[in-house]
């Protein structure tokens, strides 16, 4: 009776603690999980629109832009101030002008203060990534002080092709007469390229027209948020994300470009003496390109005055930094980091971002829009100075 009883308080026992052994393992929060690294502040939440650039100035001011992509966009460029977005440089310029498509803004992808007193507006004319308006894809410098128009460049017909989406831009004022300008096509059906504008005389050139480069990667399929991204119609139809060349990045000492496909995990670069050269042909650009290998897929790209460049990563929710000797860092990672779009770094030693959810656009989900407002401007503290541009 005595042993049987002993068995039975063993036998109890043994369940109990296998019980609480299932009770545990069931228990989701106990499991291990991804950690974040690194601490982001939000800086404005977007309830509205969303928005894919922002920049800071020389005196701190913070200008975003909202492309026309089927959001309601009452503005497409817009100052963050007061806690409120204002339209810039006012409302009356922020609407298209069909009669004079140089004029109005018709559909705003990226924003750059310059440095210098000026914020450098860049109008696809491309609303929703259609054909570009002819005569409506241009560069607009607004002055700082004034808030007026003081400059408008209107790309010449050369270097706007059917396909063409003007994306990105980086300045180098100690180039030429009045500076240069380099842009980044990143079409989503034509050939990628990077667009060299010369400010004094508004000519412009494609240079690296449909390299490998500056193309998407056919072998590239995106994972973000555990699924494979691809354009899913309503219809059932598919077809691959390919964009061409998307982000863009000067270093310190304006020597080098850097840039890369949006479908890509590559990092590239070239010397910018060559993009500006005539006499370079496009085979010999090409073989100075240089592969600087895997830096994770990026949207945005920045660089810093002490010759570091950042980059996104919007399938792992971070932004990396490439220190000059080439190696890699994790500057943040977190979850809340939903497609790290366009990277500005500020005067106070931030790096500031957009994150956007562009990954859960309709167009990926067969007509159904996953995004959740707010969108975010975030900063992570990285305590350097913007890049100068002359």
Known sequence: MHVKTSISWAFLALMAALSVQAVQAAAPENLPKDKSL?????????HDAMPTGVSVSEKGRVFVNFPRWGDNVPFTVGEIRENRVFPY????????DPKHPGKGFISVQSIVA??????????????SFSTPI????KLVAVDLKTNKVVDTLVFPDNVILPSTYVNDMRFDFGAGEKGVIYITDSSL????????MDIATGKAVRRLNGATSTSADRDFIPKVEGQMLMFRNADGS??????ASDGIALSADRQTLYFCPLSSRHLYSVPTKLLRDPTVSEDQLAAAVQDLGEKGASDGLEADAEGAIYAGDYEDNSIRKRLPDGTWQTVVHDPRILWPDTLSVGPDGYLYFIANQVHRQAGFHRGRDLREKPYSLLRVKINAKPAQTR
């Open 38 to 46: 690194g601490e982001i502040e939000q800086v404005f939440a977007f």
């Open 89 to 96: 440089p006012n409302l009356e310029v922020n609407q298209a």
């Open 114 to 127: 310059d440095g210098l007193g000026k914020l450098w507006i860049l109008d696809t004319a491309s609303p």
């Open 134 to 137: 002819a005569g409506g894809a």
């Open 189 to 196: 059906n034509g050939p990628g390229a990077i667009i060299v």
């Open 238 to 243: 598919s077809k691959p994300f390919t964009v």
